[in-house]
C-alpha cells in the first residue's frame, strides 16, 4: 500500500505564491508519474501538472508560466511551486502518483485546500 502525505496548503493574497509538497511512502516500488490535481466545489477534479520519472513535465494551459512542478526521487516527493496565484486557483489541490509494486497502483493524497483572497 502507498501513504501519500502533502503539505503547504494555506491562505494567501492574489499576487502571493505557496509552495506544496507531496511525500510517497509504504509498499512504493518504482513511480512512475506524480502530479497534482485540484477540484473546486461544483466543479469536476481537473490536472494541474505532471512530471514523470525522466523529468518531463505537462501543465494546465491556466497554469503555465505561473506554476513549476518537480520530483526528488530519493526522498520520493513531489513539489508544486505556485506563483502569481489567482483567486481562480482556489480549489483543493491533490498529489496523485502512477507507479508499479506488486502490480500497477494509482494513489491519491487526501487533499489540501489553497485558498487565494482578492
Known amino acids: 500500500q502507498v501513504q501519500l502525505v502533502e503539505s503547504g496548503g494555506g491562505l494567501v493574497q492574489a499576487g502571493g505564491s505557496l509552495r506544496l509538497s507531496c511525500a510517497a511512502s509504504g509498499s512504493i516500488g518504482i513511480i512512475n508519474t506524480m502530479g497534482w490535481y485540484r477540484q473546486a466545489p461544483g466543479k469536476q477534479r481537473e490536472l494541474v501538472a505532471t512530471?514523470?520519472?525522466?523529468?518531463?513535465?505537462n501543465y494546465a494551459d491556466s497554469v503555465k508560466g505561473r506554476f513549476t512542478i518537480s520530483r526528488d526521487n530519493a526522498k520520493n516527493t513531489v513539489y508544486l511551486q505556485m506563483n502569481s496565484l489567482k483567486p481562480e486557483d482556489t480549489s483543493v489541490y491533490y498529489c496523485?502518483?502512477?507507479?508499479?509494486?506488486?502490480?500497477?497502483?494509482?494513489?491519491w493524497g487526501q487533499g489540501t485546500q489553497v485558498t487565494v483572497s482578492s
Open positions: 512530471v514523470t520519472r525522466g523529468g518531463s513535465t
Open positions: 496523485n502518483v502512477l507507479g508499479f509494486s506488486a502490480g500497477r497502483y494509482d494513489s
